[in-house]
């Protein structure tokens, strides 16, 4: 009888954090760079279930294996890369292919594939609420000058042109002209994934030592989705309703015979 209780309300507790990761999942399907979670359940006190005799117990035979308690065993991020939005925004950059952002932090550097940018009130290129770009060399980049592009490496480029009527300059004279570097985007990338800490936002940290991404493609104008598939996490999360309905029920049922046993039968 209390093997139940035990089997249901463990059950009860790990289909509520999985419904947690599942509706964290949905709500950031339109974050830029999101990597899904998905939770992995284990069994816990695991114990073999002999058959003996009813008088000698002796050459017991095992029968199978059983548990008290299911729990939840780890959360896993999958970090297979989503599709591309073509934005056309001059602040937006997505990976093509491994590696992430570096952003300063008030709380150290953090790691991300989200590239929605912008400038802050300096003229930095930021991430919104979080902190500034790193460049290579680990500086920010200062954007003062909005007609610049950006090649495939992250090299971020404006060309002055001379003083004067813009109209009258027909861009013949190459020689007036200097295109100045306003820096480079710096990727970074890791040996192992695993030891990378899933923040809020879409944030990474890590003990591990950055190894830089000598060859990066950056996609200007464009953003990674987030790789959540809606329909398969309503699939998970209407399942995972069930089974936690389920168990409530059940639990409910184990309650009441217990309530009979102690009411009704204690009296006989």
């Known amino acids: 009888m209390y093997q139940g209780f035990y089997n249901l309300t463990s059950g009860m507790l790990t289909q509520t954090r999985n419904l947690n990761v599942i509706s964290n999942n949905m709500v950031n399907i339109q974050t830029a760079g999101y990597k899904r979670d998905k939770m992995v359940s284990t069994t ?26 299911r729990t939840a065993d780890r959360t896993y991020v999958n970090y297979e890369q989503g599709s591309f939005d073509v934005t056309d925004g001059i602040y937006d950059f997505a990976l093509g292919g491994e590696g992430f952002f570096c952003i300063d932090t008030p709380t150290g550097v953090r790691y991300t594939r989200n590239g929605s940018f912008s400038v802050d009130d300096e003229g930095y290129l930021t991430l919104n609420g979080m902190g500034r770009v790193q460049g290579v060399g680990g500086q920010p980049i200062r954007i003062d000058n909005e007609d610049f592009t950006v090649d495939k490496l992250g090299n971020i480029r404006v060309v002055d042109r001379p003083s004067g009527d813009d109209e ?22 890791f040996a192992d994934y695993e030891q990378l800490h899933k923040e809020d936002y879409g944030m ?7 190894q830089e991404v000598e060859q990066p493609s950056i996609l200007w104008g464009t953003l990674e989705k987030s790789n959540v598939d809606m329909v398969e996490e309503m699939t998970n999360m209407i399942t995972s309703q069930r089974a936690l309905q389920s168990a409530a029920q059940v639990l409910k049922m184990y309650d009441q015979v217990m309530s009979k046993a102690v009411t009704d039968v204690g009296r006989l």
Do not use: C, H, W
């Open 168 to 189: 009258d300059y027909g861009g013949g004279d190459e020689e007036e002209s200097n295109v100045r570097q306003l820096g480079t985007l710096r990727v970074v990338d």
């Open 204 to 210: 990474f940290s890590t003990a591990q030592a950055p």
């Open 44 to 69: 816990f006190q695991e114990e073999m279930l002999y058959r003996t005799g009813k008088r000698y117990k002796d050459n017991k035979e095992p029968m199978a294996t059983t548990s008290k308690i």
